[in-house]
């Protein structure tokens, strides 16, 4: 690795990414993004605020998300989810949003409230749940990469692991008949 790739993947081991979610019970599937960003070495900053219970406590983190060095956002609800919205109302870091299936609608609120935007104020939806938690962290990683190199690589190197499995998979199955 040379020094300039050293240089630009470096964070001084600052948190990047800001992780929030609207309750401790929506963690089990938030890991799923904490996760990756684990895999890919980025250091994050996670923590509990609510759209509803906490407005002012959201609002304060997201503004001064900029100034705490955070580049991208990644905010997970359940039920009458704002809580990603509320975010990219109050910063204009790009805002990727997880809705969480903790109702009886089983996520289905929680993906209508984070996706439906108004216009120009976008949020990034992925799918509900632990799924969508894990595209989320891979999602940061990649706009993270745009300026950094090694991330880059480790993106490449990540994608030709998963073809890599395919093809494992593919043979045992086809092997198996
Ligand atoms: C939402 O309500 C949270 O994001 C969570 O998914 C759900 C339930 O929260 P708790 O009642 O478990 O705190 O605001």
């Not at 993004?33 to 994050?44: M, R």
């Amino acid at each position: 690795m040379s020094a300039e790739q050293k240089r630009q993947s470096s964070s001084g081991g600052l948190p990047l990414v800001g992780i929030v979610m609207g309750s401790d019970s929506d963690l089990g599937v938030m890991e799923s993004a904490s996760n990756v960003l684990k895999e890919f070495g980025v250091a994050f900053e996670i923590t509990v605020a609510s759209a509803h219970r906490s407005p002012q406590r959201a609002a304060e983190w997201a503004s001064s998300a900029r100034e705490r060095g955070i580049k991208v956002i990644i905010a997970g609800a359940g039920h009458a989810a704002h809580l990603a919205g509320a975010m990219a109302a109050h910063t204009s870091l790009p805002i990727i949003g997880v809705p969480i299936d903790s109702s009886c609608l089983q996520g289905m609120d929680a993906l209508l409230a984070t996706v439906q935007m108004p216009p120009g104020v976008p949020v990034a939806t992925m799918a509900i749940g632990k799924s969508g938690a894990g595209n989320a962290g891979i999602l940061a990683v990649q706009i993270l990469a745009l300026a950094d190199t090694v991330l880059a690589e480790k993106l490449e190197e990540y994608k030709q692991n998963m073809a890599a499995k395919v093809e494992q998979k593919a043979k045992k199955l086809e092997s198996s008949f």
